[in-house]
C-alpha cells in the first residue's frame, strides 16, 4: 500500500509540472517526493508494523510470542486487542523514513538520469537507467538507514519508549555507529529492488507512450 501511494502521487504531481518546455527543479522533485512519502509511510504503516513483528516474533520469549496465523489475522488481532491506534505506533518514524525513501529513490533517480543526459553521452536507455537507479539505491540506502534502525526498535519493542529515548539510550550503548548498522544488507536487499523498479517502470512508460502515439 505505501509503495503504490508514493510512486502514484509522486508521478501525478511530477505529470502536473512537467511541460513540452519546462521540468520540475531538483527542489520541486524534492518537494513533490517529500509529500508523496509521508502519504505513503501513513498509508503503510499497518502492513510495516506486522511486517516486523513476524519476523522478530521467534526472537520473543515463547510467553511474549504473538503467533499471527496471517496479515489479516494480525490486523484483527492487533486493533481488538490493543486498539486500533495500535496500528499507527511509529507512524511518525516511519513517515519520516517513507520521506527519505521517496526523496533517495524517486527525486535523486529523476536526478541523476537527468544529469547522465545532459552531462555524459549516454541516450535515455538501458543504461542510463541502470546508472541512474543503482545511484538512487545507493543514496536512498545511506539517508534512510539511521531511520530505518530506529524504526524496527520501535515497532519491535513491547515497552511504551519515545522515539527521543531509544534514541539516546541507543547512542549511549552504540554510538553513532548505530546510524549505519547493517547498511550492507540493506543496500544488497534495496540497491537491487530500485534498479529493477526503473528499469521496468521505464519500460512500461515506453510502451505506453508507444500504444498511446505519443513517440
Given at each position: 500500500?505505501?509503495?503504490?501511494t508514493r510512486f502514484g502521487?509522486?508521478?501525478?504531481?511530477?505529470?502536473?509540472?512537467?511541460?513540452?518546455?519546462?521540468?520540475?527543479?531538483?527542489?520541486?522533485?524534492?518537494?513533490?517526493?517529500?509529500?508523496?512519502?509521508?502519504?505513503?509511510?501513513?498509508?503503510?504503516?499497518?502492513?510495516?508494523?506486522?511486517?516486523?513483528?513476524?519476523?522478530?516474533?521467534?526472537?520473543?520469549?515463547?510467553?511474549?510470542?504473538?503467533?499471527?496465523?496471517?496479515?489479516?489475522?494480525?490486523?484483527?488481532?492487533?486493533?481488538?486487542?490493543?486498539?486500533?491506534?495500535?496500528?499507527?505506533?511509529?507512524?511518525?518514524?516511519?513517515?519520516?523514513?517513507?520521506?527519505?525513501?521517496?526523496?533517495?529513490?524517486?527525486?535523486?533517480?529523476?536526478?541523476?538520469?537527468?544529469?547522465?543526459?545532459?552531462?555524459?553521452?549516454?541516450?535515455?536507455?538501458?543504461?542510463?537507467?541502470?546508472?541512474?537507479?543503482?545511484?538512487?539505491?545507493?543514496?536512498?540506502?545511506?539517508?534512510?538507514?539511521?531511520?530505518?534502525?530506529?524504526?524496527?526498535?520501535?515497532?519491535?519493542?513491547?515497552?511504551?519508549?519515545?522515539?527521543?529515548?531509544?534514541?539516546?539510550?541507543?547512542?549511549?550503548?552504540?554510538?553513532?555507529?548505530?546510524?549505519?548498522?547493517?547498511?550492507?544488507?540493506?543496500?544488497?536487499?534495496?540497491?537491487?529492488?530500485?534498479?529493477?523498479?526503473?528499469?521496468?517502470?521505464?519500460?512500461?512508460?515506453?510502451?505506453?507512450?508507444?500504444?498511446?502515439?505519443?513517440?
Amino acid at each position: 500500500m505505501g509503495f503504490m501511494t508514493r510512486f502514484g502521487v509522486y508521478e501525478a504531481l511530477k505529470d502536473r509540472f512537467t511541460t513540452a518546455e519546462t521540468k520540475p527543479s531538483f527542489l520541486t522533485l524534492v518537494a513533490m517526493a517529500s509529500v508523496s512519502g509521508f502519504l505513503g509511510g501513513i498509508a503503510g504503516n499497518p502492513g510495516d508494523i506486522l511486517n516486523v513483528r513476524m519476523q522478530h516474533d521467534a526472537a520473543l520469549p515463547p510467553e511474549q510470542r504473538r503467533k499471527y496465523k496471517h496479515v489479516f489475522d494480525g490486523l484483527i488481532r492487533t486493533a481488538r486487542e490493543e486498539g486500533v491506534g495500535r496500528l499507527w505506533r511509529g507512524v511518525w518514524p516511519n513517515s519520516s523514513r517513507a520521506v527519505l525513501m521517496t526523496v533517495g529513490q524517486l527525486a535523486s533517480y529523476d536526478v541523476f538520469k537527468r544529469m547522465l543526459l545532459e552531462k555524459t553521452p549516454l541516450q535515455d536507455n538501458l543504461t542510463t537507467h541502470f546508472s541512474a537507479s543503482f545511484l538512487a539505491g545507493f543514496v536512498a540506502t545511506t539517508i534512510c538507514s539511521p531511520v530505518d534502525v530506529i524504526k524496527t526498535k520501535v515497532m519491535g519493542s513491547t515497552e511504551h519508549k519515545s522515539i527521543m529515548k531509544i534514541v539516546t539510550d541507543t547512542t549511549r550503548t552504540e554510538g553513532l555507529r548505530w546510524m549505519f548498522k547493517g547498511w550492507v544488507p540493506s543496500f544488497i536487499r534495496m540497491g537491487p529492488h530500485t534498479i529493477l523498479t526503473f528499469v521496468f517502470l521505464e519500460q512500461h512508460k515506453k510502451v505506453y507512450r508507444q500504444l498511446k502515439g505519443l513517440d
